[in-house]
């Protein structure tokens, strides 16, 4: 709350001082370019997740001691 309130303090001491003049001049000073026409190359984006061709199922014996 104490944030809140230093900021609201601030733009109320800017606005008072003159600084709207600023922001006015500033607002002013805007430059814009011309659309341009070119070709895009089209590609496809993925998540990058892979799955392999050819899979192995590694099933694990016991011997009747109860070692591996």
């Given at each position: 709350?104490?944030?809140?309130?230093?900021?609201?303090?601030?733009l109320l001491l800017?606005?008072?001082s003159g600084g709207s003049a600023l922001a006015a001049d500033?607002?002013?000073?805007?430059v814009a370019g011309h659309p341009t026409?070119?070709?895009v190359t089209r590609y496809l984006q993925s998540?990058?997740?892979l799955q392999a061709v050819n899979t192995v199922d590694?099933?694990?014996r016991a011997?009747?001691?109860?070692t591996i």
């Open positions: 709350m104490c944030r809140s309130l230093r900021t609201v303090v601030a800017v606005g008072a500033a607002l002013r000073q805007v026409a070119r070709q998540t990058g997740t590694l099933v694990a011997s009747a001691c109860g």
